[in-house]
């Protein structure tokens, strides 16, 4: 069987050809998905031709960025090969410590005494004072008793989801969790159940149903804040409803770590529930501008999980150089609360303005979601956004239904004045050709 003979149209037959995330007909992730049992190398050729003609088209996947991350970034232009300047509105960069000149300076002082590298895990060769270091920073951050640390989020949610979670137990969950969270919980040796996103009468109905079937330990995870449409979970009632039926709470606060809270503490701050949640989880991707993750909470539960969560104790540790990064933003973060400020005022702003030009956004944080109306190509609004500067990351279907499809834009507290009103007047112009704005037609 050749390539061509693939029939991927069969596949994505599913779809009406005017709701494609890209042309008319085009393939998506979920139509290769749907192939079913055909050779392994003739399913990846076929996706890598079609993945290279999309990107030969415009597609804003995988731009190269040449140069230090910043709130203006140099690209490389994937088609033309030419170094374009633009405004990065797809980092979650949102404090800009990746750049801080502060937080370069004080690195290199942490890795000229701890080295760069270590070369093993963490319960063997791979904890050095600076590790220590940081878990007691972030401990305090989290107002816990103890933290331990993974080499990502991803990790270190797959890794509490199959330690604790037994044939015994429930694993709850929002519907609209991280996919993080969504493997790990198909990967449990217990049961899981979705709820509908922050409605509280499913989650109770959720607890009952585990309490129904006997479940020992009823787990409930939810995200601080949704990095899809920027909103938060209704802490304060999650952890009502969780605690009335005896369950466990775990929070992912990779987004509100650094920018929720009056000291950026994360969102359990802002509920008042600081030291209250059973689990708090955290990436060092977002404020604190590097990579890792981290889980916080009562000692005896880290204890238990640097034994039983395999991807910590299977995993090589964070080297020194990574640590001394992560410590030094987040020594920085919490010496110019300013920084967070300013990340506030810019959201105020922009969503002021976008709102004003009759592109209708909310958000609770740094994530401003706008829609595509449904038939839209988005692949091709993608590209002409890219063309005007602006680096965004286009959310097509599958990572969300085809009828939610939207531009996620970041704000960075480095935003100038100048980058977001480049943001609204292209929102204005190129967003209400493609009928972005209430009330525009598309062209």
């Known amino acids: 069987m050749l390539v061509e003979d693939l029939d991927i149209t069969q596949a994505s037959s599913g779809r009406h050809e005017t709701d494609s995330a890209g042309d008319a007909g085009a393939p998506t992730m979920k139509d290769f998905m749907a192939l079913g049992e055909i050779p392994l190398e003739q399913k990846a050729s076929a996706f890598s031709m079609c993945m290279r003609d999309e990107l030969g088209k415009g597609l804003t996947v995988m731009r190269e960025v040449v140069g230090v991350a910043d709130h203006v970034v140099d690209v490389k232009d994937h088609i033309t090969g030419c170094i374009r300047r633009m405004i990065m509105f797809g980092s979650n960069n949102y404090l800009g410590l990746a750049n801080d000149p502060d937080v370069v300076e004080r690195m290199n002082e942490y890795i000229k005494e701890y080295g760069w590298g270590l070369g093993g895990p963490p319960m063997l060769n791979g904890t050095t004072g600076l590790h220590r270091k940081l878990e007691r920073g972030l401990s305090e951050l989290k107002g816990c008793e103890d933290t331990m640390l993974f080499s990502s989020g991803f990790a270190a949610n797959l890794g509490w989801s199959n330690a604790l979670v037994g044939k015994q137990d429930a694993l709850i969950m929002d519907e609209l969790s991280h996919a993080s969270i969504v493997y790990g919980s198909k990967s449990i040796r217990g049961a899981s159940y979705k709820f509908e996103h922050n409605d509280m009468d499913a989650l109770r109905d959720a607890l009952q149903r585990a309490d129904a079937e006997g479940k020992v330990n009823k787990i409930v995870v939810v995200e601080g804040v949704y990095s899809m449409d920027g909103d938060m979970a209704p802490l304060d009632r999650v952890y009502e409803v969780t605690k009335s039926h005896g369950g466990f709470l775990v929070v992912d606060d990779a987004h509100g770590t650094g920018v929720m809270g009056a000291n950026g503490r994360g969102t359990p701050e802002i509920f008042g529930l600081e030291g209250k949640i059973d689990l708090v989880m955290g990436t060092f991707s977002k404020s604190l501008a590097s990579c890792g993750g981290f889980i916080s909470g009562r000692r005896e539960i880290i204890d ?140």
């Open 304 to 443: 238990y999980l640097r034994f039983f969560a395999r991807t910590y104790f299977f995993s090589a540790a964070l080297p020194p150089a990574s640590i001394a990064g992560v410590f030094a933003a987040l020594e920085i973060m919490q010496e110019k609360p300013e920084l967070r400020l300013r990340l506030k005022r810019n959201v105020e702003y922009v969503v002021e303005k976008l709102n004003r030009i009759g592109v209708k956004v909310h958000t609770d944080s740094a994530i401003i979601p706008v829609s595509v109306p449904v038939g839209t190509d988005i692949r091709k609004l993608a590209r002409k956004f890219d063309l005007a500067g602006l680096f965004l990351n286009a959310i097509e279907y599958p990572a969300v239904p085809i009828e939610k499809q939207r531009f996620r834009i970041s704000i960075m507290a480095t935003h100038t004045r100048e980058d977001l009103d480049n943001l609204v007047e292209a929102m204005n112009s190129i967003g209400r050709r493609a009928g972005l704005t209430t009330g525009g037609n598309k062209s």
